[in-house]
């Protein structure tokens, strides 16, 4: 469900993991997600950053963002930057 991603969204913007390796894999983690058609959570738990709280730095483009603390929405491989909200 929705809630389900918004949830762990909300735990790892906290600084939670989901990957005690006595339990289960990252790998193990996603593929479930996926299985279980949770594809959004699959996406974001797969991106190593993803729905975690950080700060924005060293972006010369828009230097008023540098220092603001954001929310890793997704990876952008194509462009090796990442799709954040702001807080």
């Known amino acids: 469900s929705r809630n389900g991603s918004e949830k762990a969204r909300l735990l790892l ?10 339990v289960c ?3 193990f983690c996603i593929s479930s ?3 279980h058609g949770k594809h959004e ?6 991106s190593e950053l993803g729905g975690r709280r ?8 828009r230097p008023e963002l540098n ?16 799709k ?4």
Do not use: H, M, Q
Request: proline share 6%.
């Open 13 to 22: 913007s906290w600084g939670a993991s989901f990957f005690p390796e006595s």
């Open 41 to 46: 959570l699959a996406n974001l738990l797969k």
């Open 84 to 87: 954040v909200t702001l807080e």
């Open 54 to 61: 950080c700060e924005i730095a060293n972006l010369p483009s």
């Open 25 to 27: 894999s990252r790998e």
């Open 67 to 82: 220092g603001k603390t954001c929310v890793v929405d997704e990876y952008l491989p194509g462009s090796n930057e990442y």
């Open 33 to 35: 997600a996926r299985k």
